[in-house]
C-alpha cells in the first residue's frame, strides 16, 4: 500500500463491513488486481458511471482507479439491485467509496460483482 493512501473516515466504512477489516486493509482501486481471488475492501474516487441498459442484467459499473476506459478496478451493480442504492449510483460519480467484496478479473481489470448496497461505503481518502 502506498504510504500517501490513508482513509481519514473509515469508521463509517466499518461498521456496516461484513469483512474483519482496517485501514490497513484498504486496497487502493489501482492495487486491486494484485488481490485477484481474494475478499477485500478497494477504495478510490469513483471516476465515471455506466448503466449498461441494452447489456444482459443490464448492469451499472462504477469505474475507478483512473480516467475510463483507461480504469484499472470497476465495481459491477446488477440491473436488479439498482434501485436499492441511496444515493444512486451515478450520484457516487466523483465521490470516494469503497467497495466490499470478491476481487475477479475482468480482462485486463480487477472487479467487484455488488451483493447489496451494503457493500459500497462512502469514504474521505486522502
Known amino acids: 500500500m ?3 493512501f490513508r482513509l481519514l ?5 466499518l461498521a456496516a463491513a461484513p469483512l474483519a477489516a482496517s485501514a490497513q486493509d484498504a486496497i487502493p482501486a489501482e492495487q486491486a488486481v494484485r ?7 478497494v477504495c478510490g474516487k469513483v471516476e465515471k458511471t455506466r448503466y449498461a441498459q441494452n ?5 451499472t459499473f462504477l469505474y475507478m482507479g483512473g480516467a475510463f476506459p483507461r480504469h484499472t478496478f470497476s465495481a459491477r451493480i446488477p440491473g436488479d439491485q439498482r434501485d ?3 444515493p444512486t449510483p451515478e450520484e457516487l460519480e466523483g465521490r470516494d467509496v469503497c467497495v466490499i467484496g470478491t476481487i ?3 480482462a485486463s481489470r480487477a472487479e467487484i460483482a455488488i ?5 459500497i461505503k462512502l469514504a474521505t481518502i486522502k
Open 2 to 4: 502506498t504510504p500517501n
Open 55 to 59: 447489456s444482459e442484467g443490464e448492469p
Open 115 to 119: 451483493s447489496s448496497p451494503s457493500n
Open 35 to 41: 488481490y485477484v481471488g481474494k475478499d477485500g475492501m
Open 84 to 86: 436499492k442504492f441511496k
Open 104 to 106: 475477479r478479473k475482468d
Open 9 to 13: 473516515s473509515l469508521a463509517a466504512v
